[in-house]
């Protein structure tokens, strides 16, 4: 069974940091481009940054470009999302996804992923 798992969410102040992880089971996830999105209260869910089956490719929305980094453990079946000088428009839950082919331009569109996990709360508030 293909699960995705967040992890790592929490509360922070404006201008803080934090990484969020997401670790997979149930299928090879070398072989697979995976993504963050993530939703804000009210809001449509967003497109955060991606990142290719090896690492080597990485993408980012210009709204956490330079501040976010994305990263993966192909060892551990494991994705990283650190974000730092986070800021209060960074409140959202963020979903970790599987990408079902391959990232060839972004933002990705919902109908781009086959598999969610369920989702860690990031909250940054003063």
């Known amino acids: 069974e293909v699960q995705l798992v967040e992890s790592g969410g929490g509360m922070v102040q404006p201008g803080g940091s934090l990484r969020v992880s997401c670790t997979v089971f149930?299928?090879?996830?070398?072989?697979?481009?995976m993504s963050w999105v993530r939703q804000a209260p009210g809001k449509g869910p967003e497109w955060v940054s991606a990142v290719n089956s090896n690492g080597a490719r990485r993408y980012y929305a210009d709204s956490v470009k330079d501040r976010f980094t994305i990263s993966r453990d192909n060892a551990q079946n494991t994705m990283y999302l650190q974000m730092n000088s986070l800021k209060p428009e960074d409140t959202g839950l963020y979903y970790c996804a599987r990408v079902s082919g391959l990232i060839t331009a972004t933002p990705l569109a919902l109908h781009e992923y086959d598999y969610w996990g369920r989702g860690t709360q990031v909250t940054v508030s003063s």
């Open positions: 149930g299928f090879t996830f070398n072989r697979y481009d």
